[in-house]
């Protein structure tokens, strides 16, 4: 693509104030450019302002920086990127579901991802993952302290200097001093049920309850490994007809599509994170 065609993503979050929209498009439109989409949003409980907007031209992104920036508040966000694939590294660990779902995506571009290595402490995905050339690491943490694990896997994740690391059902808890690595940059996928149920076998304990909602959540990874801002939810029905293998099997399948939707929108910078909440353009 030429210059001219280039597409940006400009990202805007401030403290919300009159005519700011008027401002930022008057900004693109003095330096030639042409918007393709815009949206904006205001938090009225807040009085937070959001906008995403796309445009093309033969631009200099230095001098729209410098434009935006003497009239937005002192305190104001802005990014400027093109569109561009983001790198990626997954971990997982036993459950295929979520992984070869992302390697097919990758495989056929449906999402602009390139897949640099998939990690895990077993060896059952070695073999998937290889049948798609992507690099796979071992690392066992039998015999290690939860802490000299997550040192080994942190530095094999930093040989590739990943966008975004993916738990695609990595069954291991994180600690804050692993997550704090990839601050908003892990993206976790776990089953959702009405009520909750932890520990072994959920969707067990699910059928056993009489679920009648099955559903998964994909958000991003805190100091909480599950209570991060939220990014896709979805849900699908099941009824008493279901054995917990079906179940299983029916919660395998939102999870992926979960997934996979909540990595469009990131990787296509359409989320914006406020606190632990998310602010999302689709």
């Known amino acids: 693509m030429s210059a001219a065609n280039s597409i940006y993503i400009l990202r805007i979050d401030c403290p919300d104030a009159k005519g700011l929209v008027h401002k930022i498009t008057g900004v693109l439109y003095h330096h030639d ?8 949003f205001v938090d009225r409980t807040t009085g937070h302002f ?5 445009f093309s031209g033969n631009i200099q992104p230095d001098k729209i920086l410098q434009g935006l920036r003497g009239l937005l508040p002192d305190n104001s966000t802005i990014s400027l990127t093109t569109t561009q694939t983001k790198k990626v590294v997954i971990l997982a660990t036993k459950e295929h579901h979520c992984l070869s779902d992302l390697l097919i995506r990758n495989k056929f571009q449906d999402l602009t991802m390139d897949i640099l290595a998939v ?3 077993h060896t059952l995905l070695q073999e ?4 798609f050339s992507v690099p796979f690491h071992f690392i066992s943490h039998e015999h290690l302290s939860r802490e000299d694990h997550e040192t080994e ?11 975004y690391v993916i738990l695609a059902k990595y069954m291991r808890i994180l600690t804050p001093a692993f997550t704090s690595q990839y601050t908003n940059r892990m993206i976790n996928i776990h089953h959702s049920f009405l009520p909750a149920f932890i ?5 067990k304990q699910a059928f056993e309850r009489g679920v009648k909602i099955i559903g998964a959540t994909a958000h991003f990874v805190n100091e909480d490994l599950d ?10 029905h099941v009824d008493h007809s279901k054995t917990a293998s079906d179940m299983a099997q029916a919660g395998h ?4 599509i979960v997934l996979a939707k909540a990595l469009k929108l990131v990787l296509e910078d359409r989320v914006f994170i406020k606190g632990n909440k998310t602010i999302i353009f689709e």
């Open 33 to 40: 450019s042409n918007v393709i989409r815009n949206d904006e």
């Open 50 to 54: 959001f906008m995403r907007t796309e």
């Open 119 to 121: 990690i895990s402490n």
């Open 128 to 131: 998937l993952t290889e049948r």
């Open 153 to 163: 896997v942190l530095k094999t994740i930093q040989l590739y200097q990943p966008d």
């Open 199 to 203: 520990g072994a076998n959920p969707y």
């Open 227 to 236: 209570e991060g801002p939220i990014i896709m939810q979805d849900v699908i």
């Open 253 to 256: 399948d939102v999870e992926k």
